[in-house]
T-cell receptor, first 112, second 112 residues
Framework: DQQVKQNSPSLSVQEGRISILNCDYT??????FLWYKKYPAEGPTFLIS?????DKNEDGRFTVFLNKSAKHLSLHIVPSQPGDSAVYFC???????????FGAGTRLTVKP | DAGVTQSPTHLIKTRGQQVTLRCSPK?????VSWYQQALGQGPQFIFQ???????QRGNFPDRFSGHQFPNYSSELNVNALLLGDSALYLC???????????FGQGTRLTVV
């Protein structure tokens, strides 16, 4: 069951511009959402998270927005850098559960 | 802090054999989860261990079993290997009180 969906398998942006990665979920029991970045031959690296009691969380160049009514979240990266090129996974769980459900990932390429 | 460590990094097994993968959690973490990531997909939850017991399980057959030791380290065992078990196996550690999970670099299992 695809409870978390990332409909864009790839995204290409120019260095310095904004990257927007999108994620949709179907299970309304999810109350904690995370973004992970993955480089080849490495495990996923935690990037940023958001609780369902918030609609926005910022950490430096990274901002996650949550729209609970639409069951949609997005990750904004501003400004994008070539080192941001990686596969980004969206994940959802309940806060004390940690049984995360992942999307299929979006491959971001930032061109110099 | 070494973070989450997994061993081995790569493994080749023959169909029908058994395999054991190992994980040491991040210092201070008491919960270990295992995920299977097939090529081109997001990680799929296998099970989670806390206080040496399986707390949750995803949609995986009984051929997949695990163990958690008193020092919180964990093992994943897969019996009667199938070609379809070829994947990257990821271990993630977290606190049972909640918060983000941190991943190891994974074990690449190839079944031939």
């Amino acid at each position: 069951d695809q409870q978390v969906k990332q409909n864009s398998p790839s995204l290409s942006v120019q260095e310095g511009r904004i990257s927007i990665l999108n994620c949709d979920y179907t299970n309304s029991m999810f109350d904690y959402f995370l973004w992970y970045k993955k480089y080849p031959a490495e495990g996923p690296t935690f990037l940023i998270s958001i609780s369902s009691i918030k609609d926005k969380n910022e950490d430096g160049r990274f901002t996650v927005f949550l729209n609970k009514s639409a069951k949609h979240l997005s990750l904004h990266i501003v400004p994008s850098q070539p080192g941001d090129s990686a596969v980004y996974f969206c994940a959802a769980s309940s806060y004390n559960n940690n049984d995360m459900r992942f999307g299929a990932g979006t491959r971001l390429t930032v061109k110099p | 802090d070494a973070g989450v460590t997994q061993s081995p990094t790569h493994l080749i097994k023959t169909r029908g054999q058994q395999v054991t993968l190992r994980c040491s959690p991040k210092s201070g973490h008491d919960t270990v989860s295992w995920y299977q990531q097939a090529l081109g997909q997001g990680p799929q939850f296998i099970f989670q261990y806390y206080e040496e017991e399986e707390r949750q399980r995803g949609n995986f057959p009984d051929r997949f079993s695990g163990h958690q030791f008193p020092n919180y380290s964990s093992e994943l065992n897969v019996n009667a290997l199938l070609l379809g078990d070829s994947a990257l196996y990821l271990c993630a550690s977290s606190l049972t009180t909640g918060g983000s999970a941190f991943f190891g670099q994974g074990t690449r299992l190839t079944v031939v």
